[in-house]
């Protein structure tokens, strides 16, 4: 029980300070209901910068997706079977252009983006690490009013770890591919669909899968909480198998702009989305705290 209460207060420790980091300055709070963001509170307000080029420019044009269970967040889950998972992830936009393409204002980034996501299994006061899944990749993203446009390239691998030591098999699973997804705004609710093809595979599976969903933050709430809502449907090949998601909880929204904080319960079904568990059926129901970055 310490072991978990000291990973929890480090992990608390780790979300206070990126929340802090991700918030705006206090001398130019950003009001996400302001008439510079098409977007309704809940949603993360999206990237301005003079027009032009510029270095190095915060925030990006295509937020997570916190109804999809394999995009970067910062997140602490406990689930049904007795498992805590973590995930960790972070970006930096290297290059931001503001313009107008088509008469409407448009914002492109491009920059790196890593992620890894860990699962430890209950053992009496012990939480020994099963598995690790870790990526790195490049994005080109755009956001043209209530439009949404990314572009990836991503590497990942996955791999079993000291608690599962000589008690299943290993094997070698490394992948590079390309990802196109759209998203768009439509009132409170965030719209998406992707497509992803892979350049490299081990072990060799059919190359094309492709990606449904949506999310809402609703427009009722007490105080700065609001209730939220979503589901993400991955439709692949046989020996990956489809598998889908649905959330809900309360997303605690800052005044500053920065990334809300939710507390969610997420039930998942299909194959086991973890690279050294891919062949496997699952079904699993979820409760934890997650923040975008």
Known sequence: MLVFMGFFFRFGALLLLCAHASAAPKSSPVNVESAQSPYPTGFPSAPDQPEGWQALPPGRPFPSLPSD????????????KKELEADVGGYRSFAGWKGEIGGRPTVLHTGLEGGAYFLMVQEGSKFPLHSSDGLIGLYAEAARGRSLFQFRFTHISAHLSDGLYNVRERFSYTREFVTLRTAKQVDF????????????????????????????VFPWHWSNVHPWAGADLRVRNRQEGTTWAVSAGAAFVSSLGAPPLRLSATYLKGHDLRGQFFREQTEKASFGLDMDF
Not at 190 to 212: I, N
């Open 69 to 80: 269970p394999r995009d970067l967040k910062i997140g602490l889950r406990k689930n049904s």
């Open 189 to 216: 609710l965030r719209l998406y669909a992707g497509y992803q093809f892979l350049v490299h595979t081990k072990p060799a599976l059919p190359r094309h899968s492709g990606q449904l969903g949506g999310y809402a």
